[in-house]
């Protein structure tokens, strides 16, 4: 189950790139089997709705790898397969994200949301996209469908966390982090985003405790330098 966009401490979405946080949490060797047995039955299937699903499927463990190149070539693959197949077309939106391609991202995901307007992921990527314009209350609202629409995938409540923050909605940021700490005790990302809010309401026992946990987790994390100022200013 997802950065050229900012919002966390500097502050940052997660997207394709979040370094690679999923393969982090999951058997990278396990990853790659299933990605190359993905891939080998997509190449031997003479369906084409099943083809492209298979190549889809392989589009979005690539990109949760963070291997965009690759997740992008898979993605177009299946789209040659069937030009309408939702996992397909949203890989490739959020590799165009990811990015900096723009007006290519957005009329890959106006393609996708008119032929599937249910499919959460999209309208996750969508999310992005506004975040990436500065249109906080249009990521909100689209994190928002994907949430309703049953896309589950961690990034979803960390990047409506940090697009809470960056609209200045400190109190509903902190109820999102606690909702992505709940959701997975292990998840670093979730303490940060906790520990800053809880920093902007002046909470500071809170921020402390999370920001000790981030670093417990996260001790060699590009923010790690960051919190240990934090910290000691607390």
Known sequence: MKRTVLIFTTLLIASACKEKESAKRNNPTAINQKIDALLKEAAAATDDNKKAALFGDASELLIDKGDLRQAMVAARQGEKANPTQKQCLTSIAEVQLTEGKIPEATATLKDVLQRHPTYGRAHFVEGNLAASRGDYTAAL????????????????????????????????????????????????????????????????AEARKYFEKYMALAPHSSEANRVKVWLKAL
């Open 141 to 204: 609202a689209s994190y928002t469908k994907a949430e309703k629409e049953k896309f589950q995938d961690a990034r979803l409540l960390i990047n409506m966390g940090g697009v809470a923050l960056k609209a200045k909605k400190t109190k509903d940021a902190a109820k999102i982090y606690e909702r992505a700490i709940t959701a997975d005790p292990n998840y670093a990302e979730a303490y940060l985003g906790a520990g800053i809010a809880a920093r902007k309401e002046n909470k500071k």
